[in-house]
């Protein structure tokens, strides 16, 4: 007498409970971070300031896109596929052609002095333009940077340029500097 | 002279399966932890367009989202069939994006507000002309970070 066995609580729904728990949260949960491109957007403009000293011909590398969903690059039509290249060869102008942008030498840590281009890419668009072409042209403008900052981070050091240290991808980033400018878009296409 | 005996007893051994909530319960915890429920309700059609160059966005307290694209069919007698804003849970114009960018920053600690960052999501099919206003409306109001949603695909349509 008075020692009696304690009764054990069944547990065996426990695991019952916990699955419809886990099952909840399996189904509610969304797990993808955001991703998207980024940008910085100019500052606004006062009224008052006197307009910027005009950049050079052919320092500019000249993007439109219309209504239509069409490029028209440095005056000439071309296809989304080609956009790449062409700005490649715009931003890197290897042979010092004089129709390509000049170059200006600066000094950057772990390269020393080295010719950084002074191209400037204007993006300009339709109010009619679908976004999927816009974000399109701005990928491709972002992948010619980017294959292009690759390519020197593995010549110098080797690795691709997201591996690198901090510092080091602040000196490529000095060499081909994200230059994209965007103009008050028009209204021609109409819609 | 059974010099085969039948094993005893017969039947299969049952599992211990005392351990199994300790499982279930760990993978709960985990999806407890990483589960972020959706923040708003969409009223607007949204297909992501695509690309291929996308960074994520890390810190989901510095981010404010900005949703573009046609209202839902049950929207659509209402607010018509012209692509909308969407701010929080409701159907704005731009001229309310500079009090929502403002009232989002002052919710924000002070040494987060210079890194705030706006999250446009716009439906692929949208006409670049209401993202060009929400984009001044957006300098208008100093909040320069922005990111064009995407979904991250690895060939981009041509």
Known sequence: ?191 | MAKFRKKRGGGQQAINTASLPDIVFMLLFFFMVSTTMKEVALKIQLKQPEATELTKLEKKTLVTYIYVGVPQRQYQSTFGTEPRLQLNDQFATVDDIRSYIVQERESMRESDRAKMTVSIKADFDTPMGIITDVKQALREAQALKISYSARKVNQVPM
């Open chain 1, 1 to 191: 007498m008075g020692k009696r066995d304690i009764q054990e609580v069944n547990a065996g729904s426990m695991a019952d409970i916990a699955f419809l728990l886990l099952i909840f949260f399996l189904v509610t949960t969304t797990m993808d971070t955001d991703s998207g491109l980024s940008r910085m957007l100019p500052p606004p403009v006062p009224d008052t300031e006197e307009t910027p000293p005009p950049i050079k011909e052919r320092n500019v590398f000249e993007v439109l896109i219309n209504a239509q969903n069409k490029l028209l690059v440095e005056k000439k039509p071309m296809d989304l596929s080609q956009l790449r290249e062409a700005a490649k060869e715009f931003i890197e102008n290897p042979m010092d052609d004089p129709s390509l942008p000049e170059k200006e030498e600066i000094e950057v840590p772990y390269f020393g002095v080295v010719p950084v281009s002074k191209g400037v890419i204007s993006l300009q668009n339709d109010r009619g333009t679908q976004y999927q072409m816009y974000l399109s042209v701005q990928n491709e403008l972002a992948a010619a940077y980017n294959e292009l900052r690759d390519e020197l981070a593995m010549r110098k050091f080797g690795k691709k340029f997201s591996e690198l240290e901090d510092d080091k991808q602040e000196a490529i980033r000095d060499i081909y500097p994200q230059r994209i400018s965007e103009a008050e878009p028009k209204n021609i296409g109409g819609k």
